[in-house]
């Protein structure tokens, strides 16, 4: 790779037709001076190369430029196209300390934490700065009879400074954490050995962000994650779907956002959620794992399965006055159960529990933002997350298409 980087950059230095004249065009209006020429090393796939460019230098503006930068999408920049797709990757998948190593090891690139840092972060603003842009409908995705959207959020370690005076779950009522909201896409035309509907390969999307969902009916805009929700469904046509389905875990906020963007979504308790409850319950009821737990549990499990929350609910009822954890989760159930009608839901061919959910918050967001030590700005967060949901859904190369369409055009 070295030796085809000297190669190419004997190749371009010996072209010297960037060379346009005297004088040049600026951006501004004016004309520019040529200066002569001006070397500048660049990092590229096959390792670094010092270019040899004919510089102009407009005194307007008070502004150099060299049209070959412009030309072979280096203007401003000191990475080449390429490997701002390789640290694009690279910094939403690894840490940065990671990743430096791992272009270094596969690529043969040294690109510092520091670097990789700066230039993920800058890029994911740009790619998060682009989702809110670009929304028209994906037409390659195909649009199955049924669509799922599902939400949910998950919480990432934060700086002091971004949970000071925020309430949270430690003993002391204080945050460590800020709260990451996902929405996932996705079909289930497939079925498993047993015909339950199971995700449809490249079929599952994500976008996620810290920002809030909490909107008043008095609003006349959509609140931020609202608003990202929305537009994940127009790109992937969630409305045009025959069947629409909306999961969630049961919060409050989800089926106010569902009920408001699509009415005329099913909406369904993801049941890994709902069994999960229930055996927390279980294990505060019977003070841990011992034979009651597990004869009540799978009992009130059986129940849930078949869509007999009543049987369900009074169980939960005759334990509510001694035991709080029962109390809630029978407010949980009772305020969900026409959510929970999973008998008829599987009748339907329906999805109930894919797991898509749970594997979304893992992999989409704590994978990369969960790790040991790890503290994040809200900021820094946002923009490594629109990388990892935008490389996870396939849209990166879309991104990189758009970007250098634009500078082109600049």
Not at 242 to 255: E, H, N
């Amino acid at each position: 790779m070295a030796a085809a980087a000297r190669v190419l950059q004997r190749v371009i230095n010996a072209d010297h037709s960037d060379y346009r004249g005297p004088t040049l065009a600026c951006r501004c209006g004016a004309q520019a001076r040529y200066e002569g020429r001006r070397d500048k090393t660049f990092i590229t796939v096959l390792g670094e190369l010092t270019l040899d460019r004919a510089y102009y230098y407009c005194g307007r503006c008070r502004a150099g430029f060299c049209p070959r930068d412009r030309e072979l999408g280096l203007e401003e920049e000191t990475l080449s196209p390429g490997v701002l797709r390789m640290i694009a990757i690279v910094g939403g998948t690894e840490s940065f300390a990671d990743g430096s190593k791992l272009l270094d090891v596969l690529a043969g690139l040294k690109v510092g934490a520091k670097l990789l840092e700066r230039t993920a972060e800058a890029l994911g603003g740009e790619v998060a700065g682009d989702e809110r842009q670009v929304f028209a409908a994906e037409v390659h995705r195909q649009v199955a009879p049924t669509m799922y959207l599902g939400m949910d959020g998950t919480g990432i370690p934060a700086r002091r400074s971004e949970v000071e005076g925020r309430s949270g779950k430690q003993p002391d009522g204080t945050a460590k954490t800020r709260e990451v909201k996902l929405c996932v896409v996705w079909s289930a035309e497939s079925r498993d050995q047993d015909g339950i509907p199971a995700r449809d390969p490249g079929s599952v999307t994500y976008t996620a962000a810290i920002e809030s969902a909490a909107m008043r009916d008095t609003d006349d805009d959509l609140s931020a994650f609202a608003a990202r929700v929305w537009r994940e469904a127009e790109r992937r046509r969630f409305c045009q779907a025959k069947g629409q389905v909306v999961l969630g875990d049961g919060a409050i906020w989800i089926w106010k956002l569902a009920s408001d963007l699509f009415p005329r979504a099913i909406q369904i308790v993801d049941r890994f959620h709902a069994k999960e409850r229930l055996t927390k319950a279980a294990k505060a009821i019977w003070g841990g794992e011992n034979d009651n737990y597990r004869i009540w549990v799978t009992a009130r499990q059986a129940e849930l399965d078949a869509g007999n929350i009543p049987a369900l609910l009074e169980k939960l009822q005759t334990h509510a006055d001694r035991c709080e954890e029962a109390r809630t989760c029978h407010e949980y159930f009772h305020n969900n159960r026409d959510r929970m009608r999973y008998a008829e839901f599987h009748a339907a061919g329906l999805c109930t529990s894919t797991g898509v959910l749970e594997a979304g918050c893992k992999t989409a967001v704590g994978a990369r933002l969960k790790r040991s030590g790890m503290h994040w700005t809200v900021r820094g967060a946002n923009t490594i997350i629109a990388l990892r949901c935008a490389n996870l859904s396939g849209r990166l190369d879309g991104f990189f298409e758009r970007r250098s369409e634009a500078r082109m055009a600049a």
